[in-house]
């Protein structure tokens, strides 16, 4: 009697340490599986329905419009929107960013890639340096998550889209 006594005080109801951390273990690898799966498709939970291209490509231009050469200083999305269909040639998706990206990095500021490539608006100073080339990365929502660019010459600019012409 005394050993079947034992037996029943081994297997105790509720939550024991071992079994939250079981728990808790399970529910972040379904978190990191769900992050790591969905929000590189460019899935956007808050709307339900992944975005477009050129949703991306607005929201990449959005970022720099007063700068950009075909574009009024406080564009509208409908602005933005005719100046991706004159200029198709101006946003190209890419596999990777200007630097290298560890792996907590690309869970949680996932997204996609966009090179914009565009001319700026005429300044004085800028030289031969009139191109900007920026990477532009868009998460599913549209949301603009990083952003690097810098000032390049005309010529190498539209070497990069027949580049991107080529790829596509």
């Known amino acids: 009697m005394a050993e079947f006594e034992r037996e029943n005080d081994l297997i105790r109801p509720g939550l024991t340490l071992g079994r939250f951390v079981i728990v808790f273990l399970l529910i972040m690898v ?3 599986a769900w992050f790591s799966w969905m929000r590189p498709t460019g899935y956007c939970p ?3 329905r992944y975005i477009s291209d050129d949703e991306m490509f607005a929201s990449a231009l959005g970022r720099r ?3 950009i050469r075909g574009l009024p200083e406080k564009a509208t999305s409908g602005d933005i929107g005719a100046f991706i269909k004159q200029n198709k040639d101006c946003c190209a ?4 960013g200007p630097f290298p990206e560890g792996m907590f990095d690309r869970l949680l500021a996932s997204g996609t890639w966009i090179q914009v490539l565009h001319e700026l608006k005429p300044k004085p ?3 031969d340096y009139v191109g900007y080339e920026a990477f532009v990365k868009v998460d ?3 949301q603009v998550r990083k952003y690097y660019g810098l000032s390049i010459r005309l010529p190498d600019m539209l070497e990069k889209k027949l580049a991107n ?3 596509k």
């Open 165 to 167: 012409k080529s790829v």
């Open 46 to 48: 808050s709307t339900s």
């Open 140 to 142: 599913g929502c549209g």
């Open 93 to 96: 998706i890419v596999r990777e």
């Open 65 to 67: 419009a007063h700068d």
């Open 125 to 127: 100073n800028h030289g």
């Open 30 to 32: 379904g978190w990191v």
